[in-house]
């Protein structure tokens, strides 16, 4: 393994094209998966199944190194069907590393498990179908059961899917959201009316500030690098705030340009880089604001202010009772470093801040996101061009999952035009987001799993309740690309469903059909797959859904005849969703269609018709309140505990592993390493290395635990620990959630670390 002295000095460059090319020769399938690079997002292609960043509208390759892995590990030779589960029990597979699992290749038949065997068995598409229709029509109530999203499933898929369990009579719609940007959608509703970030591409150009906070882009949303670069090339300032000096943020080299590969050239990026300590960017921004309102007051656009919002003198009190000892104790930032960060901020005539799971994931991260909204109420720096809001989304299309009705709290307005449309009463009640659907399971309250993609096995927090959860339900149904942990947690009765990736062709009786996905800038656009199915047995997302509603409502609509022709799918959609009129004309345009944002247009929908500045103080402790008073008098006294972020490496993607190196932290070979300041190993005598066993402060009468970790030191606050998601997900409690958001507090996990008691040898390989 190598550590922190191998750290690169820029991030993309000549390593990026090598690794695209090592991922691509990996795939089994590279002349297939070269023609789908030079079609992902295109306008006649398909959209990139990486993130959610829009899309350069002029026509240039639009992939990225990780984007390319992406498509890389979907299309690929190697199968799993029922022959690979003959050899292989459930129990066994069980055994094996996440990495092993999904390494298998696409699943590419419906399987059955069978109880009594404890192997997964050949099932016909219309038994299955008809197996799941029986489970459902049994039971006494639909809360019975958990609908799960992941955020790939196209427009089309999760509109109909939403139609399955709101026309059964259930709202329990948990999705990737509740454990992502669920603090986001929260705070920007409350405070400027929409759920959803008010920037489009394009401002991009037009800013001349950025602050990118608590993202990683470098390695979750590599195209934005170069919207990044151009802008600071431009003389755009760009301002970090991330715990971690993330290379990418500093400096990147454009694969896409032959100067910049071929040579040691590199654009910097941040003009400012400021390392907070873990969730201190509240405190940090309220630094900012108090720095305008003591020595700026004339920024503060008053006419803005006056015209477009409620509640400043609230606001403006607020800031005036937080003291800056809080505000530089929590952020871990001085009253300098804040002050040049809001003269950045008050000297710019345009400014965008962007976040992502830094800021999402923790107690307090509603607050921390309107504090965000609020600097920016303050100086008007809203609904103009270059100006604005950019929660940028994590899966491709999670955002469009939630307008297609992917909502576990939907607004009455949603259900009433869905009950209009389709002549029949459906629940208005909220049903289960995550936290409640695991809840629901593990007390066997509810006793169905249906999951549209995902892993919720590995991707929720408190792995060992989280994995008991799973297991309780008397069906667990699962529609995948790839073999993961969650389809093996089995009881009584599961089905793995394995369906179409995105870049491959979906033929219908009347031709090629297209889906279509919504981008981090509500941009809404058209993809079509390219090469063949990697198996004849593999259906389109689209029509499993429709076919397994045929058979458990087979009279509530014609749906063979929707899963024939996705054009009528988004016909009912056009009839029912604000914004889709003429759905089907509009996205024939090649680069779709905006779904206007009322915010950017200055129109407040909040209760009050304006933007409301929140007046939160800061909070008292950071740390979630499942870690108990006396335990934490106690720790702090003894000045032992740890704050501990969990995220993701540049070789994976969620709880998908391509690899065990890190390159931009310098990381090869391994995933259990634990990111330390040198000076906090050397107060507790640990050195460089060594293996350390992490232990969670969120106990409640459970030991939370996960051993043999390697420290490597880093440049990171003190008191500040760092390590990969999914491993570390058993020490975060399930009751450890964000205040009104219940995403799990990923980012801020309380936990104490000693000289490991694990006898295992460290494993190095998979
Ligand atoms: N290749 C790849 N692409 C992806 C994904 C992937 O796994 N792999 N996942 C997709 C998904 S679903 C999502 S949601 C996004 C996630 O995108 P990111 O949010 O970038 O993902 P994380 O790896 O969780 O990184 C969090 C970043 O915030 C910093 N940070 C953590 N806590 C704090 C804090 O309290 N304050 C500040 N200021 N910084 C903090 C960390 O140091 C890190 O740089 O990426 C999407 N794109
Ligand atoms: N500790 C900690 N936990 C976290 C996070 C964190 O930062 N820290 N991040 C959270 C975040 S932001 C998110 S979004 C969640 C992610 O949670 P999920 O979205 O549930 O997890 P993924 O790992 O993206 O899901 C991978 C699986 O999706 C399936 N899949 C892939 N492509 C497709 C497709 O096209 N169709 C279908 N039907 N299936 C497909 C494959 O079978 C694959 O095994 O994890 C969350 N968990
Ligand atoms: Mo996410």
Known sequence: MKNSNNLPEKAGGLPSIQSTIKHLLRSHRTKDNIKNLLRVNQSDGFDCPGCAWGDNQHGTFQFCENGAKAIAWESTDKTVGAEFFKQHSVSQLLNQSDYWLEYQGRLSEPVRYNKKTDHY???????????????????????QIEFYTSGRASNEAAFLYQLIGRFLGTNNFPDCSNMCHEASGIALTESIGVGKGT???????????IFVLGQNPGTNHPRMMNALRKAAKQGCKIVSFNNLKEVALKKFASPQNPAEVLTNAATPISHLY?????????????????????????????????????????????????????????????????????????????????????????????????EVVNLHLLTGQIAKPGAGLCPVRGHSNVQGNRTVGINEKPSAEFIKSLEANFNQRLPYSPGHNVYQALKALHNKQSKVLICLGGNLAQAAS????????????????????????????????????????????????????????????????????????????????????????????????????????????????????????????????????????SAAELNWQTNTQKAHFNSAMLP????????????????????????????????????????????????????????????DAAQLSLTEGQAVDIRSSCNQGITREVQNFTLVF??????????????????????????????????????????????NLTITSI
């Open 274 to 370: 400021l390392s907070p300590k873990l969730g201190g960017d509240m405190a940090a921004i309220r630094g900012m604001a108090k720095v305008i309102f003591e020595i700026y007051p004339k920024r503060l656009n008053l006419n803005f202010i006056q015209s477009h919002t409620a509640d400043f003198s609230a606001y403006q009190k607020t800031v005036e009772n937080t003291d800056w000892f809080k505000i530089e104790s929590q952020s871990g930032l001085s009253r300098e470093q804040l002050t040049q960060a809001a003269e950045i901020f008050v000297n710019s005539n345009s400014v965008i801040s962007c976040w992502a799971m830094g800021l999402t994931q923790h107690k307090h991260s509603v607050d921390t996101i309107k």
């Open 714 to 759: 880093y440049d990171i606050p003190r008191g500040n620990l760092a390590a990969y998601y999914p491993e570390t997900n058993p020490l975060l409690s399930i009751e450890s959630v964000g205040e009104y958001s219940y995403t799990p507090t990923s980012k801020s996990i309380p936990v104490t670390i000693s000289p490991t008691t694990s006898k």
């Open 620 to 679: 008292e402790n950071i740390l979630s309140d499942c870690y108990q008073s006396e335990q934490r008098a106690d720790d702090d006294r003894k000045n032992i505990t740890f704050v501990l972020q969990s995220l993701r490496s540049h070789d994976q993607y969620n709880t998908t592993i391509y690899g065990l190196d890190d390159r931009y932290r310098g990381i090869q070979g391994k995933r259990s390493v634990v990111f330390i300041n040198a000076e």
């Open 462 to 597: 408190d792995t060992h309740f989280t994995h008991q959860a799973i297991k309780s339900a008397e069906l667990n149904v699962q529609i995948s690309t790839k073999l993961n942990r969650s389809h093996l947690l089995v009881s009584e009765d599961a089905l793995i469903l394995p369906c179409l990736g995105r870049s491959e062709k979906d033929e219908k009786s009347t031709g090629l059909q297209k889906i279509t996905v919504e981008d981090t800038f509500s941009m809404v656009h058209a993809s079509t797959g390219m090469t063949e199915p990697v198996s004849q047995f593999c259906l389109s997302e689209t029509e499993i859904i429709a076919q397994i509603a045929n058979a458990v409502l087979p009279k509530s609509l014609n749906w063979l005849e929707l899963k024939e022709d996705y054009r009528k799918i988004r016909d009912l959609m056009a009839r029912t969703l604000n914004g889709f009129e003429n759905f089907n004309l509009k996205i024939e345009q090649p680069t779709g269609f905006h779904l206007t944002n």
């Open 121 to 143: 068995e050949a099932i016909s598409w219309q038994d299955a179908f008809k197996l799941i229709a029986d489970k459902l029509n049994s039971l006494s109530d639909a809360n």
């Open 199 to 209: 920037v489009v591409l394009d401002d991009f150009d037009k800013a001349e500030a």
